[in-house]
């Protein structure tokens, strides 16, 4: 359950990145938690103050940052991460995504572009672009180990559908008038799936879905 704070961890060994990086997430609803400049210290931090979000960046380098990525969803599979990515982005987007990654953000975003992408993660909605998604979907679905086990909870028919429909990259609004719902009911079938697939948002749930064999 969301806390009435979002609760961030910013991980980066650069310190005008972290320092920069604060000043930008002081608003209202959001709070900074932490930072830490080794992926060693922002485990610890993650043990002990436990975050909605982590933000990491792209100064740890893209194999130590994907390497964190991986052991921060294996123990805790609710905390958001989000990539910063240096101009241009990075070519291992749909790697990121696959392991765990709910969104990336590029180190020249307006402040509020920042804000807007963190809350959106921190509700459990997707801020990757709709081809990015698919596109991870797709090379996820060629591994071997995807299908490999079974959902925590079984999902209704309805809530594979709505699954089904977050791969495609629809939003809420798309998804509610594709089935002729109202929007609110939506976001109540989203959040159910994201439970029950016991990930921490809607590109997760995808990803998740795919490993389970609930997408095709």
Known sequence: ??????????????????????????????????????????SRLLEARRPDVVLV??????????????GVKERWPTTSVIMLAKTGGSPHVSRAIALGCSGYLDLTMERQDILRAVRAVARGECTVAPKLLRQALKELGR???????????PLSAIEREVLRLIAEGLTN??????????????????????????????????????RLGLVA
């Open 1 to 42: 359950m969301q806390r009435s704070s979002i609760r961030v961890l910013v991980v980066d060994d650069s310190a005008v990145v972290r320092v920069g990086m604060k000043a930008m997430l002081r608003a209202p609803g959001i709070r900074v938690i932490g930072a830490a400049t080794t992926t060693q210290g922002a």
């Open 143 to 153: 591994e071997p180990a995807a299908r490999a086990q079974e959902p925590p909870q």
């Open 57 to 70: 960046g792209a100064a740890l380098g893209e194999a130590d940052g994907l390497a964190f990525l991986r």
């Open 173 to 210: 609004r798309q998804i509610a008038e594709r089935l002729g719902y109202r929007i609110g009911t939506v976001k109540d079938y989203v959040q159910r799936v994201i439970q029950k697939l016991e990930v921490s948002d809607r590109t997760q749930a995808a990803v998740r879905g795919m």
